[in-house]
C-alpha cells in the first residue's frame, strides 16, 4: 500500500511538472518573441527591443480599447449582480412548479455554443441600432452571464439561516432595511466571488462581442483576433506583445478581486 501511494504521488506531482511547465514555456515564448527583435533559432531571441509595443501604440488606439474592455466588464458585472440576485433569491426560497426547468434554462447559455444563438442576437441588436455601440455590447454580454451570476449566487443564498431574516422581522425591520442589512453583508462573499468570476469570463467572452463590435468599441480580445486573423499583414511580434497586454490585463483584474475575497471563500452547496 506504501508503494502504490508513493507511485501515485510521484504520478501526480510528475503530472503537475509538466502541465506548469508547459505554461510557462508557452507564456515565455509569447513573451520573448514580444521583446524580440529576431527570433528565427536558438533558445532565446538574439536581440530585444521595445518597439513592438510602440508600434501597437501608433497601430492601435490602445487606450481606448482598454477602457472599451473596461467599460463592458464593470457594467456586465453590475447589472448582471442587480438582475441576478433577486433572481437567485427567489430561487433559493421559494419552491414553485417548473423550479427545475427554469434552473435548466439558466444552464443553456453556457451548453449551447455562442454563435448558435450570438448570430441572430447579433442580428436583433443590428435592427435596434444598438450595434457598434458599448449598450449593445454590454446587452449581448449579459445573456450568458446573468444565468451564470444566478447559478453561483443562489447556493451561497442557501447557506444563510432563513431564521436570521425572520428575526430581524421579528424586531421591527422591514423588508428593504432586511435586505440591506442582514442578507447583503451575509451574501457579500458571494456577490464578490460572482463578481470576480463575471469579470474574468466577460473579459474573455469573444464570439458574442465579435458580432457586434467594431471601430472604436472592440475589446482587448477582439482586437486581438483582428491582429492574428484579419486582412493584412502584421509583425507576429505585435501579435505577441497584444496578447501579452491582453494577459496583463485580465490577470491585474483578476489580482485586484483577489485582494477583497479569499479562493476559500468561493464554495458551493454540497448536497
Not at 85 to 94: Q, S, V
Not at 242 to 253: G, K, N, S
Amino acid at each position: 500500500m506504501q508503494k502504490k501511494s508513493k507511485l501515485s504521488s510521484i504520478f501526480f506531482f510528475v503530472a503537475i511538472a509538466i502541465y506548469v511547465l508547459n505554461i510557462a514555456g508557452i507564456l515565455l515564448t509569447v513573451i520573448l518573441n514580444s521583446f524580440s527583435k529576431s527570433w528565427f533559432s536558438g533558445l532565446l531571441p538574439q536581440s530585444y527591443t521595445t518597439e513592438w509595443y510602440r508600434y501597437l501604440v501608433t497601430d492601435h488606439d490602445i487606450f481606448n480599447l482598454l477602457w472599451v474592455t473596461f467599460v463592458v466588464a464593470f457594467a456586465v458585472v453590475v447589472i448582471a449582480l442587480i438582475i441576478a440576485f433577486p433572481a437567485a433569491y427567489a430561487m433559493a426560497r421559494r419552491d414553485f412548479r417548473f423550479k427545475g426547468a427554469l434552473l435548466s434554462l439558466c444552464l443553456l447559455p453556457m451548453l449551447i455554443p455562442p454563435m448558435a444563438y450570438g448570430i441572430p442576437l447579433a442580428m436583433v441588436m443590428y435592427k435596434a441600432r444598438l450595434a457598434m455601440k458599448l449598450t449593445g455590447i454590454i446587452l449581448v454580454n449579459l445573456v450568458p452571464i446573468v444565468p451564470f451570476a444566478i447559478l453561483i449566487l443562489q447556493p451561497f443564498i442557501e447557506q444563510i439561516d432563513v431564521n436570521l431574516e425572520l428575526a430581524a422581522k421579528m424586531l421591527g425591520a422591514n423588508p428593504l432595511v432586511t435586505f440591506f442589512k442582514v442578507l447583503i453583508p451575509l451574501s457579500l462573499p458571494g456577490i464578490l466571488t460572482t463578481a470576480i468570476l463575471s469579470i474574468v469570463k466577460t473579459l474573455g467572452m469573444f464570439e458574442l462581442t465579435y458580432l457586434v463590435a467594431g471601430g472604436k468599441t472592440q475589446t482587448m480580445v477582439v482586437a486581438l483576433y483582428a491582429d492574428a486573423y484579419a486582412a493584412g499583414f502584421r509583425p507576429i511580434q505585435a501579435i505577441d506583445a497584444m496578447a501579452v497586454i491582453y494577459f496583463l490585463t485580465a490577470m491585474t483584474a483578476l489580482v485586484i478581486a483577489l485582494k477583497f475575497v479569499s479562493p476559500t471563500q468561493m464554495v458551493f452547496k454540497i448536497k
